[in-house]
Structure formats: structure tokens, C-alpha cells
């Protein structure tokens, strides 16, 4: 009932920059978290960061100082500017939204099909 449309992934030189988006769209009340995620290949699912809907922001110790996370409450976006990229920033990114649906107010937890972000040394 919500879905989350990533993109903004590709190929970038180490040291170049990035702006990943999501969109949200469906049976959306509101908004709460948003966050994203990646996925390097043979690893885990780690987070890179997470916003609230007024603004607060987490961040991985990796992406610190190089990575800002910003949303757009009014158009359910959120965005993943990234600099200084490194090869080890290479995996599939995703996005993900927490809130509430229209209609009885049911808790939702949604996720993007991913986007690839490759980064040659």
C-alpha cells in the first residue's frame, strides 16, 4: 500500500559525489522515519542514516562528515547527498519509510527495490 521508487544510483570516480532520492507514494497518512540502508555483496543489510520527521538525523560512523540525509515532508522525499565516495561505499542502497496509513491508522514499514552505487578506485 506504499511504495518507495529510489534513484539517483550509478557509477562515480572515488571522490565523487552522488544524490540519491526516494519517493513514497500510496495509502500514506504520515511519515514518520525514513532512512537508508545498503547492501554490499556477501554482507549484511547495515544502515547508512536515518531521519525523523522533524528533522533529527543518524548517521553510520562510516558516512560521518561525507554523507547528509534531508527529506521534503510535503512531497515524501527523501534524499542521500554523498561525497568523498570510496569504493567501499559500492552496494545496492535502499530506502526505507516508517508511518502511518490512511483509513484505521495502521503502522507501515516499507522498503525500495534498491539502487546500485559503484564507486571504481
Known amino acids: 500500500q506504499v511504495q518507495l521508487v529510489e534513484s539517483g544510483g550509478g557509477l562515480v570516480q572515488a571522490g565523487g559525489s552522488l544524490r540519491l532520492s526516494c519517493v513514497a507514494s500510496g495509502s500514506i497518512f504520515s511519515i514518520d522515519d525514513m532512512g537508508w540502508y545498503r547492501q554490499a555483496p556477501g ?3 547495515e544502515l547508512v542514516a536515518t ?5 533529527s538525523t543518524n548517521y553510520a560512523d562510516s558516512v560521518k562528515g561525507r554523507f547528509t540525509i534531508f527529506r521534503d515532508n510535503v512531497k515524501n522525499t527523501v534524499y542521500l547527498q554523498m561525497n568523498s565516495l570510496k569504493p567501499e561505499d559500492t552496494a545496492v542502497y535502499y530506502c526505507n519509510a516508517e508511518g502511518l496509513l490512511l483509513g484505521l491508522g495502521e503502522d507501515f514499514g516499507s522498503w525500495g527495490q534498491g539502487t546500485q552505487v559503484t564507486v571504481s578506485s
Do not use: E, F, L, P
Open 51 to 55: 531521519i525523523t520527521r522533524h528533522g
Open 43 to 45: 554482507k549484511q543489510r
